[in-house]
């Protein structure tokens, strides 16, 4: 077993959680609609480049301000179309669940350019990091081009901008636009900086990434797989952004993945590493390390008894960098991965890259909890200290009027104790206090006539769940249907 690894799945929750720029040129490549065919499912991506001109000699990048030197600019207009032309193939080959070892595994998401647009003037300053270094103002830049008509109106959901990291400009790796926040690997959030440099809201979620091309291509794949790190840890609804007490028991940190420094740990056996060590060093950015070390990231179930623990070292992904970020994506719980934990199907994390609002809407987990696809929290393993919730009212099967307010009451055990309550209705969450009011209750919850969460809900069974916590320890939730009519 995994050091400090629950038996049970852990599924706690910690809280929530338009002109064009002067100067730009467009060059439109094939339009890249999501195709009619199931698989694969198509990525547009809206590609932006920022190549300031010197101004004594405009055939070459500004020094000043990129921290390049004696670079033509016709020079890095290709080498940034290269990093296209291989990142977008090695990506839609890195989704196919064990593609190493099944030459049939379906690619399951492609990558296609929607447009490229092109700057010869300075990446907008944002925000001020310290001294001369700013963060590009995202805001400005995306809120330029009417980046919601992109998202919502033609289906981008990657924005990738080719720039520079210099003395002047230090550009966040990835950063997310989402109902959720912005789940990424950006520091700081753009919850915690001024509006004016923050990405705009769109109804659909999309991703930026900032790549430096100065760097090659092998960089824009580390920055992709940090917001796959986060996005997956979101996913499993334990609290965000990972830190040392969220990520125990985690399905992804603490299983397939390894967080920080936990490797190093006694006994502690490990699955698939993570962006900065593969499973057989602890030392970072050692992708051709050869010495040998157990994993089982080939076989990777979280429950280690249907796994297989192999002594390996590099030679699993070819010694390279490139061969472990595909080897390590291509591991991950893909497209028919036939992952079950606990009678539980595994989603494909896939999913997540796509359509991240969609994967959090559906439902807020890594697995499929039952047939109705609904999500219901389990318990942490071991013994419990505090009682499950128990419902005064309504009681379980229980008809309410449609029309009317809908009370609900559970007896509590202590007063430190507070709640999560949730409702589904055909499988679906329709309402959660944590994630639409951004607050966890007492021991009485009301959906009262004439709210917003009430226009939620329509006529026919409600599945009502509820689970307390003291102290940052959940009980099992406790669930209810109602019929409203």
């Not at 919502?152 to 990738?160: A, P, R």
């Not at 990291?165 to 959720?180: G, Q, R, T």
């Not at 920055?223 to 990972?242: C, K, S, T, V, W």
């Not at 890259?353 to 696809?373: A, H, M, P, V």
Request: proline share 5%.
């Amino acid at each position: 077993m995994k050091y400090s690894r629950f038996i049970g799945l852990m599924c706690s929750i910690f809280g929530i959680i338009v002109p064009s720029f002067y100067g730009a040129t467009s060059s439109n490549t094939a339009s890249a609609g999501v195709r009619a065919a199931p698989l694969p499912k198509n990525i547009p991506v809206l590609v932006l480049a920022y190549y300031p001109r010197d101004p004594q000699n405009t055939n070459y990048l500004d020094f000043a301000e990129t921290d390049i030197s004696n670079y033509l600019i016709t020079d890095m207009q290709k080498h940034v179309q290269d990093m296209l032309d291989q990142g977008q193939p090695f990506l839609a080959d890195a989704t196919r669940y064990h593609g190493y070892k099944d030459a049939n595994a379906p690619v399951y998401l492609t990558y296609q350019t929607y447009q490229k647009l092109e700057y010869f003037e300075k990446m907008p300053r944002g925000y001020l990091l310290g001294g001369t270094e700013h963060r590009p103002n995202y805001g400005q830049i995306l809120r330029g081009i009417n980046i919601c008509d992109y998202v919502d109106t033609h289906g981008v959901k990657e924005v990738w901008i080719y720039g520079y990291h210099s003395s002047v400009i230090v550009p966040d790796e990835s950063k997310m636009s989402s109902k959720y926040g912005d789940v990424s690997n950006a520091y700081p959030r753009d919850e915690e900086i001024p509006e004016t440099y923050r990405m705009p809201r769109c109804i659909n979620s999309y991703v930026m990434y900032n790549f430096n091309y100065g760097r090659d291509v092998e960089t824009n794949i580390h920055d992709r797989m940090h917001q796959i790190e986060n996005a997956i840890f979101f996913a499993e609804h334990l609290g965000y952004p990972a830190n040392d007490s969220n990520i125990i028991g985690s399905t992804f940190w603490d299983d397939f993945s390894v967080y920080a420094g936990r490797a190093s740990l006694p006994n502690y056996k490990a699955s698939c590493g993570n962006t900065h060590s593969p499973p057989n060093t602890t030392d970072a950015y050692i992708y051709d390390a050869t010495q040998f070390r157990v994993n089982n990231c080939e076989t990777w179930n979280p429950d280690d008894s249907k796994t297989t623990y192999v002594n390996a070292n590099c030679s699993q992904w070819g010694c390279t960098e490139m061969g472990f970020y595909k080897w390590y994506m291509q591991n991950m719980p893909g497209y028919n991965n036939g992952v079950v934990y606990h009678g539980h199907e595994m989603r494909n994390w896939w999913d997540a890259i796509y359509d991240f609002n969609g994967f959090i809407d559906q439902y807020w987990s890594l697995y499929i909890i039952n047939e109705t696809k609904a999500y219901i929290p389990f318990a942490l393993s071991g013994p419990q200290t505090i009682t499950n919730p128990v419902f005064v009212y309504p009681v379980d099967g229980q008809t309410l009027d449609y029309v009317g307010s809908y009370l609900f009451k559970v007896t509590p055990v202590t007063s430190q104790q507070v709640y999560l309550w949730g409702f589904f209705q055909n499988g679906v969450m329709i309402w959660e206090n944590l994630r639409d009011e951004g607050t966890l209750s007492n021991n009485e919850y009301g959906i009262y006539e004439g709210t917003l969460g009430h226009s939620k809900f329509k006529p026919g069974n409600v599945q009502v769940w509820v689970r307390a916590s003291n102290n940052g320890q959940w009980t099992d939730a406790t669930v209810i249907t109602i019929n409203l009519q």
